[in-house]
């Protein structure tokens, strides 16, 4: 028997890490994919044509597929091989194909149309009507009504998406992986204690000395602290030219190839353009309404990062430089001018944020707010650096949580949650086994950013929002919901960081154990809004890029296509996008943040939005306010329309002010 298909005996049905091999996943996924087929043809074909028949058979009918692909997708993008990686080039097509093949199934589509025209007989309770809503749905965007020629190209579009897909992702872990700049004795030794450790442990990865290398862990401090010029033009233009240095691993041509095909994919299923198709589901619903947002945003958040480039300007040429300034200077002199305008030095503030200190702060927040526990629990896991907790509330089992942080040559850059198991009680109850992956600089101890404390607590919402769902269907449980809806619980709980309690209480120096002191803490809450002119800029030209390229024709030249944009924008010249396009994975790397990149920002105006709901309740922690957050947003997955679940926790949807305010950009009154 293959490991990955026997019941797995272990605590909580953890997979069994160290008994499984790489070679074991292809016929695991052969064996898992012939289960399903059988298993769906057995619907389609069957004299079967109830919900529970048709749809909630369908829930349980890849249920061996989901097990193993929970385990594959996860290790693949947080611990790759040549063998993993091989394999995922094997399966985008193979996935992708039984995909169409589920969808294009006339049989079934038959049943679940014919379902959806007779529901108002059915008796059907309002979370079994949104998952018939959903499965409909699902089969129209995919297809199910072509026919002929049409649902053949399609199937061959979706197929050759898969595969560009995958390919953009490795070619940029291979940029990523294979970069690196030795440091000379005096470049390391101008940097902080803090970016000495990281540079040494980056370059005992590599086999070498001290080195700069292209996660944004350790080339982000290094940009901050150099004082040498040539070496952070050099190691920015290497970080941003990630996907775009000719060879094997140039991701521009795939790039516009998956642009055309998503043009035509969308007008296949008579849409204008992939914009419009992309948005139709989501909160947004069309791109002029996405434009709207983020342009009432640009022009504020421009306006105040070309003042502060003149600040930064004018210090540069006090340093002799005779300028303009550049995007390589832009983080060295903002932290330069942090530390002289908030006094506040990032290599004095990291000892008090240690990962085990932060840990502690955002698992008390959860247990403040919905009596969550956390009891540490030992692997083996899939990698050595990853840790365990169980996670109960009044004694019962909640979910198994396990934290991956730690930047290492096999895991794609940036900071996600994903689900090796979600949610569901159909079938008999299961919980869910949630990740939350990161990429911080490895050190003895872990000392973080306050930017990195933000991600930490930002990947944690989305972990809530898996661990905290609580409906029948697999199909709507957790992060299941509109794009421009599941950052809402992430970047919400990035505001109990900024609750002074939570950091008096956990802010310790890890040496020492003393608090950080009351003059710091309050400097470091005052300069919350420090440079975001700079963040909002590089973020909305970034999402603005992705939502051009999607909405009419698609440009032959998608780089010639950034500029345009960029320059109709008026992008300031020191700045550049958050994401180029060569290596922006959010959009390339699959669909799910294509024309999608705003929904960052369309969850922000919530999140501002919905912590106010716990300030104008006179506390952060407020029972009744954390009760209403829970039951209609964590709890409820997709069991609902995004908007109808906000309204019922907030009584109104908010506009745009909220976020101004929480980032500085309101003109003062």
């Known amino acids: 028997m293959n490991v990955l298909l026997e019941k797995w005996e272990t605590p909580f049905g953890l997979p069994p890490f160290a008994a499984i091999r790489d070679e074991d996943f292809g016929p695991a996924f ?60 094997e ?6 194909a039984f995909s169409s093949e589920v969808t294009n199934n006339k049989a079934l589509w038959a049943k679940i149309d014919a379902l959806w025209q007779g529901r108002e007989a059915l008796g059907l309770t309002p979370e079994q009507g949104r998952v018939l809503e959903l499965y409909r749905q699902m089969f129209v965007r995919s297809g199910a009504a072509l026919e002929g020629a049409a649902a053949e190209r399609l199937t061959a579009v979706k197929s050759r998406l898969a595969v560009l897909g995958t390919a953009f992702g490795q070619n940029l872990l291979a940029d990523e992986r294979s970069w690196f700049m030795e440091l000379a004795e005096a470049d390391f030794t101008a940097l902080p204690g803090f970016v000495q450790d990281a540079a040494k442990a980056a370059g005992a990865e590599k086999g070498t000395g001290p080195v700069v290398t292209l996660n944004r862990s350790l080339i ?8 040498n010029r040539a070496l952070r033009e050099k190691a920015y233009e290497a970080w941003v030219a990630r996907g775009a240095n000719g060879g094997e691993t140039d991701n521009r041509a795939v790039a516009a190839e998956i642009l055309a095909l998503r043009h035509e994919r969308a007008q296949l299923l008579g849409y204008a353009d992939f914009a419009a198709f992309k948005l139709e589901p989501e909160m947004a619903k069309t791109p002029a309404a996405v434009r709207d947002l983020l342009m009432r945003v640009w022009q504020p958040a421009r306006g105040k990062a070309l003042a502060d480039a003149a600040v930064l300007e004018a210090m540069l040429k006090a340093d002799g430089h005779p300028g303009p300034l550049e995007p390589w200077d832009w983080r060295y002199y903002s932290e330069k001018r942090r530390r ?5 030095d990032e290599a004095v503030l990291k000892p008090y944020l240690s990962l085990d200190a932060m840990l502690g702060a955002m698992f008390d927040c959860s247990t403040r707010l919905f009596g969550l526990e956390f009891r540490e629990i030992a692997g083996p896991f899939y990698h050595p650096d990853v840790r365990g907790w169980e996670v109960t509330r009044g004694g019962n089992h909640v979910a198994v949580f396990l934290g991956d942080y730690f930047a290492r040559g096999s895991k794609r850059s940036g900071a996600w949650c994903s689900a090796m198991r979600s949610q569901r009680k159909l079938g008999g109850e299961q919980r869910p086994i949630v990740v939350n992956v990161c990429n911080f600089a490895k050190g003895d101890p872990c000392l973080l950013s306050y930017d990195d404390a933000r991600t930490l607590f930002h990947e944690f919402g989305h972990a809530l929002h898996q661990m905290l769902s609580d409906v029948t269907y697999g199909f709507i449980s957790g992060t299941s919901v509109a794009r421009d809806f599941v950052e809402l619980p992430s970047q919400l709980y990035e505001h109990w960081l ?41 973020f909305v030209a970034s999402a603005m890029v992705d ?9 032959a030249d998608p780089l010639q296509k950034q500029a345009e944009v960029l320059e109709a924008l008026g992008m300031p010249r020191a700045i550049r996008m958050r994401h180029a396009t060569p290596h922006f994975a959010h959009v390339f790397s699959g669909d799910g943040y294509s024309s999608g990149y705003y929904s960052y920002m369309w969850s922000e105006v919530m999140d501002a939005d919905a912590f106010a709901a716990f300030e104008e309740a006179g506390d952060a922690f407020d029972p009744a306010t954390a009760a209403r957050l829970e039951k209609f947003i964590l709890s409820a997955g997709g069991s609902e329309d ?25 003109e003062p009154a």
Do not use: C, W
Request: proline share 6%; glycine share 8%; no cysteine.
């Open 30 to 89: 052969d064996e898992a994919l012939a289960r399903a087929r059988a298993n769906i043809a057995a619907i389609a074909e069957g004299p079967g044509t109830t919900f529970t028949e048709v749809i909630e058979a369908l829930e349980l009918a890849e249920g061996d597929l989901d097990r193993v692909a929970g385990v594959f997708y996860n290790l693949a993008g947080a611990d790759s091989t040549e063998a993993r990686e091989a394999l995922m080039r």
């Open 91 to 96: 399966l985008a097509p193979k996935m992708s």
């Open 220 to 227: 982000v401090p290094v940009l901050q602290f150099s004082p």
């Open 340 to 344: 002289a305008e908030h006094d506040l």
């Open 498 to 538: 900024e609750v002074p309690s939570v950091l008096e209480a956990h802010a310790r120096h890890h040496v020492t154990g003393e608090p950080m002191p009351a003059d710091m803490l309050k400097r470091l809450l005052d300069a919350g809004t420090y440079d975001q002119g700079f963040a909002t800029v590089e």
């Open 547 to 555: 939502l051009e390229f999607h909405t009419g024709a698609p440009s």
């Open 642 to 666: 995004a908007e109808a679940l906000y309204l019922k926790f907030r009584g109104r949807m908010p506009g745009v002010e909220p976020l101004l305010k929480g980032r500085g950009l309101l």
